[in-house]
């Protein structure tokens, strides 16, 4: 006869098994958790803490009940038969959502069944240290310090003073009063403490949510005020452009059609076109300042080294004339940020190191150097100019809106370029600053944080 062959289980079927069991036990440990545990605040916490004592202890009565059936005394049968009672009758009651008369028919009941079980016989004093225990639980699950006064004192009237009258005599009962006693006094101390603390924390809570709620209503309407003024901006700047055209077109003809009877005409008529001029960049450099803080622009990668060539090339005239120089080094990095800002920023750098420059000097060339370097937190980007620098007393106002320090006839501007360059700056999580400036020219340095950059 040939030998029975044993079918061994594979590898495979003992991990499934195995994946199986975890998956079980997790999933009961995760019920448990959701029941008992995750409570909203520390009354739902004892409450169901309550539930699991209670079906602690009823699954232990059952099983002493049933093991005492034979050979123990009627009356202890009888107790543990009380008890399941008033365990049931907890879970019923928490089952039908009345939690605190749950919590009070355990914590007073089986107190009530002990103190019977002492009138009927005496010997029941033994679990005097069981119910100690119970007590002691129960006063950390009941709220209020009230009530949990008057439950230490209702255990201590009908278990724990006739108890310790019958098993002791003087001065041993003195003892064990200030004993148990003393194990009263500590839980309701740390009761009344974490009941405290948790009515401060919800507290704390109720405040941070409302005023989370007052935030989100100031932000909504901040962001509803924002794209109210972006778009008052966009129809104010067509309303007010409209005219400004008709204002320079108009002039052009007067000047192509007038003959000027003397140079104050022409001079008046000159003044005409350049505050419409001065007008319509005003309007252009406020539309793009509120635009700034706007939802509109889209991540992508900027590269510095093509930004500052098609700006450049917007230069072409000047650059080949020899009226201006600019210089851009090789290597400048990459950033992850706004291409129409970035390009708007380098513009308005450029654009102030070659229009600042000195008048009075015909053979001077302006210059205008871009480069960069790199540390350990961030990127740096230096944009010098060779210009008449900055006065130390304007160079705390230089990127506030509006503020100018030369006039029209001297040098054109707005008074909006460094604000818009610091808003775009602020925009990429970056900063701008004056490192350097003199007589001789001024150092802009730009610093964009190393969370921007993109690897080459």
């Known amino acids: 006869m040939p030998p029975t062959k044993v079918l061994q289980p594979s590898p495979l079927a003992s991990v499934e098994n195995q994946k199986s069991r975890h998956s079980t036990r997790r999933q009961i440990t995760d019920k448990l958790s959701?029941?008992?545990?995750?409570?909203?605040?520390?009354?739902?916490?004892?409450?169901?803490?309550?539930?699991?004592?209670?079906?602690?202890?009823?699954?232990?009565?059952?099983?002493?009940?049933?093991?005492?059936?034979?050979?123990?005394?009627?009356?202890?049968?009888?107790?543990?038969?009380?008890?399941?009672?008033?365990?049931?009758?907890?879970?019923?009651?928490?089952?039908?959502?009345?939690?605190?008369?749950?919590?009070?028919?355990?914590?007073?009941?089986?107190?009530?069944?002990?103190?019977?079980?002492?009138?009927?016989?005496?010997?029941?004093?033994?679990?005097?240290?069981?119910?100690?225990?119970?007590?002691?639980i129960y006063i950390m699950l009941i709220r209020g310090n009230r009530a949990r006064m008057l439950y230490a004192a209702y255990c201590w009237a009908i278990f724990f003073l006739p108890g310790l009258l019958i098993s002791y005599q003087h001065p041993e009962i003195t003892i064990k009063i200030i004993q148990i006693l003393s194990l009263t006094i500590i839980p309701l101390i740390i009761a009344a403490f974490v009941e405290h603390q948790d009515k401060r924390i919800l507290k704390l809570i109720q405040e941070s949510k409302t005023q989370l709620i007052e935030e989100e209503r100031l932000s909504n309407t901040l962001q509803q005020k924002n794209?109210?003024?972006?778009?008052?901006?966009?129809?104010?700047?067509?309303?007010?452009?409209?005219?400004?055209?008709?204002?320079?077109?108009?002039?052009?003809?007067?000047?192509?059609?007038?003959?000027?009877?003397?140079?104050?005409?022409?001079?008046?008529l000159g003044f005409i076109e350049s505050s419409a001029e001065s007008m319509s960049d005003l309007i252009n450099d406020l539309l793009s300042y509120s635009k700034i803080d706007s939802n509109e622009y889209v991540h992508q990668i900027v590269d510095f080294n093509?930004?500052?060539?098609?700006?450049?090339?917007?230069?072409?005239?000047?650059?080949?004339?020899?009226?201006?120089?600019?210089?851009?080094?090789?290597?400048?990095?990459?950033i992850e940020g706004h291409l129409s800002l970035i390009r708007m920023l380098f513009q308005n750098l450029i654009s102030n190191g070659l229009n600042y420059q000195p008048k009075d000097d015909?053979?001077?060339?302006?210059?205008?150097?871009?480069?960069?370097?790199?540390?350990?937190?961030?990127?740096?980007?230096?944009?010098?100019?060779?210009?008449?620098?900055?006065?130390?007393r304007y160079l705390q106002h230089l990127f506030v809106p509006f503020k100018r320090y030369h006039s029209d006839s001297e040098y054109k501007g707005t008074g909006l370029g460094m604000s818009i360059c610091k808003k775009i700056m602020e925009?990429?999580?970056?900063?701008?600053?004056?490192?350097?400036?003199?007589?001789?020219?001024?150092?802009?340095?730009?610093t964009f944080p190393n969370t921007s950059l993109v690897s080459s």
């Open 427 to 446: 925009k990429h999580g970056g900063k701008i600053e004056v490192s350097k400036t003199s007589s001789q020219g001024t150092n802009v340095k730009l």
């Open 34 to 136: 959701k029941h008992f545990f995750q409570a909203r605040n520390l009354e739902q916490l004892s409450y169901n803490t309550h539930v699991l004592i209670a079906s602690i202890l009823l699954l232990q009565n059952i099983f002493v009940t049933i093991m005492r059936l034979d050979g123990y005394p009627a009356v202890i049968v009888l107790i543990n038969l009380l008890e399941i009672v008033i365990y049931i009758g907890a879970l019923l009651l928490f089952r039908i959502k009345k939690p605190k008369y749950s919590l009070f028919l355990a914590a007073y009941g089986i107190p009530l069944v002990f103190s019977f079980a002492l009138i009927v016989w005496s010997g029941f004093v033994q679990a005097l240290w069981f119910l100690m225990g119970f007590m002691l």
């Open 362 to 392: 015909p053979e001077h060339l302006p210059k205008v150097h871009i480069s960069a370097k790199s540390d350990e937190t961030s990127c740096l980007v230096f944009i010098e100019d060779n210009g008449i620098g900055i006065s130390d």
């Open 306 to 334: 093509k930004v500052l060539l098609e700006i450049r090339s917007s230069f072409q005239y000047d650059l080949i004339e020899g009226k201006a120089e600019i210089k851009i080094a090789d290597g400048l990095p990459m």
């Open 227 to 268: 794209e109210e003024l972006v778009t008052f901006s966009h129809i104010m700047s067509h309303d007010l452009k409209s005219p400004l055209s008709t204002i320079k077109r108009f002039s052009q003809l007067l000047r192509k059609k007038l003959n000027f009877q003397n140079k104050s005409q022409e001079e008046y």
